[in-house]
């Protein structure tokens, strides 16, 4: 019932950006509005990148907080990730999750309370 979509993946070369986001439904932010964004490089491990509290705070990982800004549009159901300055090794499948959120996730691995989207790929070329 809980569905979670990501688009907004792309390629853009080094230091240009791109504005992901996430629609859920099967619930709403009212009621539940823990969600972050998640990313693995190809072979490399599932880091959690930036995230929403149940009280609309946030916190990002280390080296992203001035680039990256993760926000919320409470009526229409969905978190964004808007990224700057985009570095090849942001290069990634990114994951939208929500629920119960820890830093250190297995992306896609769904719980009793953790859902994830489908991911989206942000290739940065040279």
């Known amino acids: 019932e809980v569905h979670l979509v990501e688009s907004g993946g792309g390629s853009v070369k080094a230091g240009g950006s791109l504005r992901l986001s996430c629609v859920a439904s099967g619930f709403s932010f009212g009621g539940f509005a823990t969600m972050g964004w998640v990313r693995q490089p190809p072979g490399g491990k599932c880091l959690l990148i930036a995230r929403f509290y149940g009280d609309g705070t946030t916190s990002y990982m280390y080296d992203v907080e001035d680039r990256f800004t993760i926000s919320r549009d409470i009526a229409k159901n969905t978190i964004y990730l808007q990224m700057n300055t985009l570095k090849r090794e942001d290069a990634a499948t990114y994951y939208c999750?929500?629920?119960?959120?820890?830093?250190?996730?297995?992306?896609?691995?769904?719980?009793?309370?953790?859902?994830w989207g489908q991911g989206t790929q942000v290739i940065v070329a040279s």
């Open positions: 999750v929500a629920g119960e959120i820890t830093w250190n996730m297995d992306c896609g691995r769904p719980g009793p309370d953790r859902y």
